[in-house]
């Protein structure tokens, strides 16, 4: 499991039947035109005494925010 983009902005997601969604806001602002966003998911697995069974990672996914 690599990462592939820094920590800049950290969520917790809690899965719901298998799958974790994520969201986030983005101010309507001109001035984020061709910004680039960084973003990948990492999964840690707990078992039921708190101690971490596995983990996962996503893709690394960029985002370029404009008008297309």
Excluded: M, Y
């Amino acid at each position: 499991c690599t990462l592939q983009v820094t920590p800049d902005l950290l969520a917790v997601v809690v899965p719901n039947q298998g799958t974790a969604i994520g969201s986030f806001v983005l101010p309507n602002s001109a001035a984020l035109v061709g910004a680039v966003l960084h973003q990948q998911l990492a999964a840690l697995e707990f078992d039921t005494s708190g101690s971490i069974v596995e983990a996962t990672t996503s893709n690394a996914l960029s985002l370029t925010i404009g008008v297309f």
